[in-house]
């Protein structure tokens, strides 16, 4: 296995003044190969957010270092973090984050023109694998919550990103229809050999990842280990 | 929960952000500023000539005016022995300037100082015998000046002054200065001479402008014992002609103030309604948690109330600035076109204040009502969502289309109906530019998504594609951003577009009418100073000149109202100038040496004349019929010309005397060599005597600086129309700040995030520039047609300038690049970081 996310003493601290007042982070460690899959677990305020911020290079980190695919991430300009984002990262988001204002397909091709590459057909393709085949013109606010939600992870997944963080992706949603969206990101994930860091806090999520990681204190702790 | 805490919730808001809240206030004070710097004007302009008729007058309850502009000094004996009279004063009453003071233009008063003792105290009461013999009888004309003009060009007793009289330089001497205390308010420049020595001086010998009387009897055994053409009038009815020569350009400024008012109700309502909507989810969470609607609705209504209050205040102090550094440019402008007004301050009164604090709070609270209003009643469930507004918005704006479309109708009806009433050309002006407002939620959304795809497939510019969709995600704010930036433009590209026509109109009246080689044209020339007969004597004679046309307007009463009289050489003009004759031709000439008259399109439009009626002027022989035989095209006054054959005149009138004259040089001669020769004869013609192109440029030079304070007004209604475009990108970033950080997790990096944000101000820019240059060539025709000709009775060829276009597209541009660029630099400190997430 390739190791593809390295973690090394990160830390993140949110002061109001020179001293650290929170340390959502603390001293965190951490070691994901290519294909690997986790959950994230911990209360509100935890850090959670703040843990897939900094993997995903929307943050960086106090202090500590992070790597991907060997690329020093915290070493890298905001240009080539929005650029490694671009490529390599693919988001889900809890309440979608669709733009209301492009249509479905529009909304599914945006990472690939951002990319250069704006490939129609694989769009198209991957808007039938989330079983939407015919929402290409549709704007989001015509369809359901489930729905935005494939939509988001269509758009997650539409340019073949190593890594995919999704932040309570089915907390918006209900069982049956946050069952179906769990299953929908299993088999993207395993389809793209894709590595997969969930934040959630539903039970019903837990079996999308043999391991369980949970943020205490701004300590990284392995909870559980499903074989 | 109270109106009180709810009140308090809505000042944190504010003070939170206080940039909008400055902005809100600037939109505010703007609009409220426009109102009272304009009537502030109005107002000062009208008020400084009333005070001067009124002052002028003194202790006089009548005069006696002639109707063709002139009173035979030998009527004067008549008149004051009338049984009806107890006090006469002959006044000659003539504008000039002197070298000393530049251009401040002085009130040449020449007056017998024995008989106006009982009407005014302009000379020094009880001085002594030698003061008046010098006064009388100096051998070089003595003067009394205005205090405040002397101290201003730091001129004292003993020192001698240059006047131009027709341009030549005559010395007149200064004896004393005029009391303040008896000059009193008078901001006027006032030189009093004796009557004989200003006859003397300004080509008057003989002749009267004014007897001023003090009637004890019956007014009217006066009235009809005076001799043929002189009237009787009184200081209220010289008021009323005088008015009513302004009460054209005054409508002209007052409908251009509303329209820039138009400009600022739009966008104070712009800035209220944002306030409010920026707030909406806010609303509805405050429905929810429990307080009522009434409670709410109040909130914003004291909050609207206090923020109309502070606007308003400050809007009154902005207005009267604007009004103190621009009352100089309008009273020149009023000096220039009709008669010499003086304005030496604006004076704020309380009906002023009112009128522009009443404007602010109304659309203050129109902006505030009505989206509370919609707020309260949407269910707090919907209106918690910020998309809501939008789905709103959008459904809105196909009922707005139609709604435009109605008003679009109304406004060519009612400029077809300002036939009837230039208040139907008014309206007509309004409801275009209202049409055109209700066009755009609609248009700009099925622009912005073609611009989008466009963009996107023609430059692969994702930035661009992704800008055009967020002006059109956000319609709620952009649309009436946009509609009162279009607005302001389309005021801007009216107006212009009018300017260039007429000015095209002008020019090719003045190419047509200005033949000659050499012009002798006295600023004075409007004053009615006369040229010295030897001048013509000697140039008519030289053998260089081919024809000498001789040149003067002069004013008359048609029916009680000023008109213009102009005198002709018919001779030289029918072969050499080319008139721009609307009815008649070529062959009318041959009529008009017989004894007829050609008018001014204004005349005929005022008086209501046609080709082939015959109109009555008042001679010294009493009046005397004369058909009309052409109209023409001439723009020399708004009052309507009469041109009739000098010879004619001659005869009539009994006076030949020039007020400027044009040179026709034989082939090979030199213009210089003459011009030279005229100069060194005629001392101060050296400022005077120009070429038939420096004539030309002299008068489009008037013509420019008359319509120079549009300037002050269309820079204003820019300021006006780029705040509401900098507010609706605030909104925009404020409200959709989690699509962009949407955009930022998915890889846009800040310089692509700030690119974007520009290119929507960009955008919205170029679509009001579109929409106002439809709604702006709309308005050409409107103020052309339905308010100019209506006002003016003159007719414009409408004639588009690219340059008005361009320079209007560059000017929005570069200011919407500039209005962008705060909201894009906020953006770019935008952080992705604060996580996109509802835990």
Not at chain 1, 79 to 87: M, V
Not at chain 1, 197 to 225: F, K, N
Not at chain 2, 439 to 467: E, Q, V
């Amino acid at each position: 296995m390739t190791e593809l996310i390295r973690l090394e003493n990160v830390s993140k601290c949110y002061s109001s003044g020179p001293n650290c007042d929170v340390f959502p982070l603390f001293s965190v460690n951490l070691e994901l190969d290519q294909g690997s899959r986790m959950i994230l677990l911990g209360k509100s305020g935890s850090g959670k957010s703040t843990f897939l911020n900094i993997v995903g290079g929307v943050d960086t980190p106090t202090s500590g270092r992070v790597f991907f695919n060997g690329t020093e991430l915290t070493a890298l300009s905001q240009a080539d973090l929005a650029n490694y984002r671009r490529k390599e990262v693919g988001f889900i988001f809890q309440s979608f984050n669709l733009f209301p204002t492009l249509t479905v397909g529009e909304n599914v091709m945006l990472p690939l023109e951002l990319v250069g590459t704006p490939n129609k057909e694989k769009a198209i393709e991957l808007l039938d694998a989330v079983g939407l085949p015919d929402a290409w013109q549709k704007f989001p606010e015509l369809l359901s919550g489930g729905e935005q939600q494939r939509v988001a992870i269509a758009r997650a997944l539409v340019k073949t990103p190593k890594l995919i963080l999704a932040d309570e992706p089915t907390g918006n949603l209900d069982q049956d229809t946050g069952n179906t969206i769990l299953k929908l990101i299993d088999n993207v994930c395993s389809l793209n050999n894709a590595t997969l860091i969930m934040v959630t806090h539903s039970q019903d999520a837990l079996w999308i990842a043999p391991r369980h990681y949970r943020l205490r204190s701004g300590r990284l702790e392995l909870e559980t280990v499903i074989n | 929960m109270s109106f009180t805490t709810l009140l308090k919730f809505n000042f944190r808001y504010y003070k939170r952000h206080s940039l909008l809240a400055l902005l809100c206030l600037m939109g505010i004070s703007l609009g409220v500023g426009i109102v009272i710097a304009v009537e502030l004007i109005n107002v000062s302009a009208l008020a400084s000539f009333s005070s001067s008729i009124d002052f002028l007058s003194g202790k006089a309850s009548h005069s006696v005016v002639s109707n063709y502009g002139r009173i035979d000094e030998e009527d004067f004996r008549s008149i004051w022995t009338d049984k009806s009279v107890a006090a006469a004063s002959p006044v000659i009453d003539v504008m000039g300037t002197t070298v000393e003071t530049g251009s401040d233009s002085i009130r040449f008063l020449g007056i017998d100082p024995f008989l106006d003792s009982s009407f005014r105290a302009w000379t020094p009461q009880g001085a002594d015998d030698k003061s008046l013999l010098i006064f009388l009888s100096n051998p070089v004309p003595a003067v009394y000046l205005s205090e405040g003009l002397a101290k201003k060009h730091k001129l004292k007793t003993g020192d001698q002054l240059t006047v131009l009289k027709a341009g030549i330089e005559k010395k007149i001497k200064l004896i004393g200065m005029i009391d303040p205390s008896v000059s009193g308010s008078l901001t006027e420049n006032i030189g009093v001479m004796d009557i004989a020595a200003a006859q003397e001086l300004f080509g008057r010998t003989g002749r009267l402008d004014r007897i001023d009387l003090v009637i004890n009897g019956d007014p009217e055994d006066l009235r009809n014992s005076l001799p043929q053409g002189l009237v009787l009038t009184d200081a209220n009815s010289r008021k009323a002609t005088l008015n009513s020569i302004l009460y054209s350009f005054q409508l002209n400024l007052a409908a251009m103030s509303l329209l820039a008012l138009f400009v600022g109700v739009f966008l104070i309502y712009n800035f209220s309604m944002f306030s409010v909507l920026s707030r909406r989810e806010d609303m509805s969470l405050l429905l929810t948690i429990g307080s009522d609607r009434r409670s709410l609705i109040g909130a914003f209504i004291a909050e609207s109330t206090l923020l109309g209050a502070a606007g308003s205040f400050i809007g009154v102090i902005f207005g009267y600035l604007v009004a103190y550094f621009s009352i100089n440019m309008v009273s020149s402008t009023i000096s220039q076109l009709y008669y010499q007004v003086n304005v030496g301050s604006v004076g704020l009164t309380f009906p002023i204040v009112l009128s522009g604090v009443a404007v602010g709070f109304v659309a203050t609270l129109v902006g505030v009502i009505l989206p509370s209003f919609e707020v309260a009643v949407t269910p707090p469930v919907i209106g918690i969502k910020r998309q809501s507004i939008e789905d709103r918005a959008s459904s809105l704006k196909g009922w707005l289309l139609v709604l435009g479309a109605v008003f679009f109708i109304l406004s060519a009806f009612c400029a077809w109906a300002s036939r009837f009433s230039i208040f139907w050309g008014f309206t007509s002006a309004f409801g275009m530019t209202l049409a055109f407002a209700l066009f755009t939620p609609y248009s700009l959304s099925i622009f912005t998504h073609h611009l989008g795809t466009f963009l996107k497939k023609t430059f692969n510019s994702l930035t661009g594609f992704l800008a055009a969709r967020n002006v059109k995600a956000s319609l709620s704010r952009t649309s009436i951003a946009v509609a009162a930036l279009a607005v302001a433009l389309s005021m801007t590209i009216g107006v212009d577009t009018m300017i260039y026509s007429f000015r095209t109109s002008v020019a090719d009246w003045l190419d047509g009418s200005l033949q000659g080689d050499i012009y002798i044209s006295p600023e004075t020339t409007k004053w009615d100073h006369p040229l010295p007969e030897d001048l013509m004597e000697k140039f008519g004679s030289d053998p260089r000149v081919d024809w000498l046309e001789k040149y003067s307007t002069f004013d008359i009463y048609i029916d009680g109202r000023l008109a213009k009289l102009r005198v002709l050489e018919s001779e030289i003009l029918s072969g050499k100038a080319r008139f721009n004759f609307i009815q008649g031709s070529q062959e009318s000439w041959k009529e008009l040496v017989k004894g007829a008259a050609f008018i001014s399109e204004s005349l005929g439009f005022r008086f209501g004349i046609k080709l082939g009626d015959t109109m009555k002027l008042p001679t010294p022989k009493g009046l005397i019929e004369f058909p009309v035989v052409a109209i023409t095209r001439d723009y020399s006054s708004d009052q309507g010309t009469v041109q009739i054959d000098r010879n004619i005149y001659r005869k009539l009138w009994g006076d030949d005397r020039v007020q400027s004259i044009a040179l026709f040089l034989r082939p090979g001669v030199s213009t210089e060599e003459v011009k030279s020769d005229i100069i060194a004869e005629f001392k101060g013609l050296e400022r005077t005597v120009v070429s038939n192109t420096q004539m030309r440029d002299t008068v489009l030079g008037i013509f420019d600086k008359t319509f120079a304070p549009t300037a002050t007004l269309k820079g204003v209604s820019l300021l006006v129309g780029l705040l509401g475009v900098a507010t609706a990108m605030m909104a925009i970033l404020m409200e959709r700040s989690s699509d962009i950080k949407v955009l930022g997790y998915l890889g846009l990096n800040s310089g692509q995030l700030g690119r974007m944000n520009i290119y929507q101000g960009l955008i919205m820019g170029l679509f009001a520039f579109l929409i106002a240059s439809l709604c702006g060539m709309a308005l050409t025709y409107i103020i052309v047609h339905a308010i100019n000709f209506r006002s003016f009775g003159w007719s414009i060829d409408i004639k588009l300038n690219p340059w008005v276009f361009f320079e209007t597209l560059s000017l929005t541009m570069a200011a919407c690049f500039a209005s962008s660029l705060y909201p894009t630099f906020r953006l770019m400190r935008i952080k992705s970081a604060p996580a996109l997430k509802e835990e």
